[in-house]
């Protein structure tokens, strides 16, 4: 089975960028469907960004949406998460996640559907 470790997370002002990076071993890459999760602190997990195992298709929440951008190199065995214009509500500990499902990438939004989870990376905006 696939192990993930994400890195790239760190302190940052508001309306500054960062990118999130999860490297994958263990498993064939390619044939997983990853995503982004976040949970902060009192709050429960919540569904980020997704990646289809091509790459391809990809789906938002509505709060990150047009400022995250999620992508995978399956060469390199790592998916990415670039945020910008980062507000101090992004503040999270950051999670990648990965599924064998076949479903589509926009049915893939809860936590449950994920078996594989790595760590977790701090990202803290300060206002």
């Known amino acids: 089975q696939v192990q993930l470790v994400e890195s790239g997370g760190g302190l940052v002002q508001a309306g500054g960028s960062l990118r999130l990076s999860c490297a994958a071993s263990g498993g064939t890459f390619s044939t997983y469907a990853m995503a982004w999760f976040r949970q902060a602190p009192g709050k429960e997990r919540e569904f980020v960004a997704g990646?289809?195992?091509?790459?391809?298709?990809?789906v938002y929440a509505d709060s990150v949406k047009g400022r995250f951008t999620i992508s995978r190199d399956n060469a390199k065995n790592t998916v990415y998460l670039q945020m910008n214009s980062l507000k101090p509500e992004d503040t999270a500990v950051y999670y990648c996640?990965?599924?064998?499902?076949?479903?589509?990438?926009?049915?893939?939004?809860?936590?449950?559907?994920?078996?594989?989870w790595g760590q977790g990376t701090q990202v803290t905006v300060s206002s």
């Open positions: 996640a990965g599924s064998l499902s076949g479903a589509s990438t926009y049915f893939l939004r809860l936590s449950r559907q994920y078996p594989y």
């Open positions: 990646v289809s195992r091509s790459g391809g298709p990809t």
